[in-house]
């Protein structure tokens, strides 16, 4: 029997990305599978009814996507803890829901996920392989969140970032700052060298350095260890607070040369470490600006106020959120072909739907499945464990 595929609205405040988009049902058709999508589910990314049906999507009530074998989300209650919980009594034994959801953090609601008897793949928990690139949301969604970050830096620094040579006199370009070298880091070395800016960056990572330097930046070297600073999933792992505390002291020199400092560095499931303190930004001259991309996290710099704009002694600190929001028609666009790429693994002929467990990427991406949390690295952070059943 065919799998039916449903796509609800996003009801996360301010959350303007759909799951998938119209191209993406035409995709899955031709796998074998029906798609129900919500009434407006993509409407703010920029998706028109009359273009799902068009694909092949039926255009259903909510609660009608609800009874879809596979649930596709943006955010599951996890993410969306607040609206979700109206989701979660939608849901019913036997259903997948493959979405974002925090689960190293949300753990009342991969407990709630399990007691309902559903299954939760979590885009977050996605491996790092070769095989994965094609299925790696957390890559997309950093591409879109390093790009707008640089926009925003450029749009509130009172210089340019460019070096223009004009009738006035010579402007000089703006010197970029960028802390953590991952994907939304690169991305945002990318784009401020593009709009003529100086760049330097830093990771604690120095295996980074070839790919800082071949997108034009200089790479900074600090003075101090940092031994195993890479994880077997190829994330940044969280250091000692000595380390942290030296990283800082040889920073600060740095930062003093800056306009601008986009920061990155964030560690999953875990409060994003500190690395620039109110001291540090006090190095900085007026009018410089910091983008706090970990903002979500907790933030990089201690000053970071999320979602708001703080000044402190003339520099600006931004802590945005949802950076991927802000651009939602591509981060859809991005996310669904994530999204089609994993459920490849799982449709089969003529539309028929199996969770392989012996695949490695369904494997670690799977949070909850029988009424039980299966993940290992969920249940490494419970205590006590969860035990069948999915009750603590």
Do not use: W
């Not at 009594?89 to 689960?103: C, D, K, N, S, W």
């Not at 960056?201 to 890479?230: H, M, N, P, T, W």
């Not at 900085?284 to 703080?310: F, Q």
């Not at 991005?334 to 739907?353: P, Q, T």
């Amino acid at each position: 029997m065919a799998v039916t595929v449903g796509v609800p609205r996003e009801t996360y405040v301010g959350e303007r990305r759909v799951a998938l988009v119209p191209r993406a049902c035409e995709a899955l058709g031709k796998l074998g599978a029906n798609t129900l999508v919500e009434q407006s589910a993509g409407s703010e990314a920029g998706f028109a009814d009359e273009q799902y049906a068009a694909r092949g999507a039926r255009i259903a009530s909510r609660e009608d996507v609800f009874q879809a074998d596979i649930v596709l989300q943006v955010r599951t209650p996890g993410a969306n803890p607040a609206a979700g919980r109206d989701d979660l009594a939608r849901l019913h034994a036997g259903q997948t829901v493959i979405g974002f959801g925090e689960p190293l953090t949300a753990l009342d609601e991969d407990a709630a996920l399990a007691r309902a008897g559903v299954s939760l793949l979590a885009m977050e928990l996605i491996p790092r392989i070769t095989r994965a690139q094609t299925m790696d949301a957390l890559s997309s969604m950093a591409t879109i969140a390093g790009y707008r970050a640089v926009l925003l830096a450029a749009t509130s620094l009172p210089k340019i970032f460019p070096m223009l040579m004009t009738a006035a006199g010579t402007i000089t370009p703006a010197r970029v700052l960028v802390l953590g070298a991952g994907v939304a880091g690169l991305q945002a070395i990318s784009t401020a060298r593009r709009l003529g800016a100086v760049v330097c960056a830093y990771d604690v990572r120095s295996a980074v350095k070839e790919q800082i330097e071949s997108l034009g930046a200089k790479f900074v070297v600090l003075d101090i260890d940092a031994g195993a600073s890479e994880d077997k999933g190829g994330y940044a792992k969280a250091m000692g607070e000595d380390f942290y505390r030296k990283q800082r002291e040889q920073l600060t020199n740095i930062m003093r040369e800056q306009d601008v400092i986009i920061s990155t560095a964030a560690v999953p499931g875990k409060k994003a470490p500190t690395l620039i303190t109110a001291e540090m930004a006090s190095a900085m001259a007026p009018g410089s600006v910091i983008v706090d991309v970990a903002a979500e996290r907790g933030g990089n710099c201690e000053l970071t106020k999320p979602g708001e704009t703080v000044s402190h002694n003339g520099v600006q600190i931004l802590g945005p959120l949802n950076l991927p929001s802000s651009a939602p028609f591509h981060a859809s666009q991005m996310y669904s072909s994530n999204l089609v790429s994993l459920l490849k693994l799982m449709i089969g002929k003529e539309g028929a739907f199996k969770l392989n467990r012996e695949d490695e990427i369904i494997r670690e991406a799977l949070v909850t499945h029988g009424g039980e949390i299966v993940s290992s690295r969920v249940n490494e952070v419970l205590t006590p464990p969860v035990p069948a059943g999915g009750r603590r």
